[in-house]
């Protein structure tokens, strides 16, 4: 993989935990007006229809149905995401393996290489 794309899949349990017409989001959610970079990363599950109709969202190559933000991009340059669902309690929860603190590290460059990080 070359330093600029970047590779987000699922795990076949994330893809039977979605809905028909669901996609799973990577989403950057910004934390602070101060520094327009800011923010953090959210997975969630939505109606693919109306992701569709957002224009900070891009479909991401692929069989998988997974929307990114537009923002997020530069922080995924050269990894590779993996995402994974669980269920518990009745309840579906969305995960990737990227770091906690993904979002913080990135705005201030401190994101592990690419290499120690893909899968």
Same mark, same amino acid.
């Given at each position: 993989?070359d330093k600029?794309?970047?590779d987000v899949s699922?795990?076949p349990?994330?893809?039977?935990?979605l809905?028909p017409?669901?996609?799973?989001?990577l989403?950057?959610?910004?934390?602070?007006?101060?520094?327009?970079?800011a923010?953090e #990363?959210? !997975?969630? +599950?939505a109606?693919?229809?109306s @992701? &569709?109709?957002?224009?900070?969202?891009?479909?991401?190559?692929g069989?998988?149905?997974?929307?990114a933000a537009r923002a997020?991009?530069?922080?995924?340059?050269?990894?590779? #995401?993996r !995402?994974? +669902?669980?269920k518990?309690?009745? @309840? &579906?929860?969305?995960v990737?393996?990227?770091?906690g603190d993904?979002?913080l590290?990135?705005?201030?460059?401190?994101?592990?290489?690419?290499?120690?990080?893909?899968?």
């Open positions: 993989m600029y794309s970047f699922m795990t349990e994330a893809r039977a935990l809905k017409g669901e996609a799973l989001v989403d950057w959610t910004r934390l602070t007006m101060c520094c327009a970079g923010g #990363v959210v !997975l969630y +599950a109606r693919e229809d @992701l &569709r109709k957002r224009k900070g969202l891009v479909r991401l190559k069989e998988d149905p997974i929307y997020i991009f530069p922080h995924l340059a050269g990894r590779s #995401v !995402l994974d +669902a669980k518990t309690f009745g @309840l &579906r929860r969305f990737s393996d990227l770091p993904f979002g590290r990135a705005v201030m460059g401190r994101l592990p290489e690419p290499e120690k990080t893909a899968r």
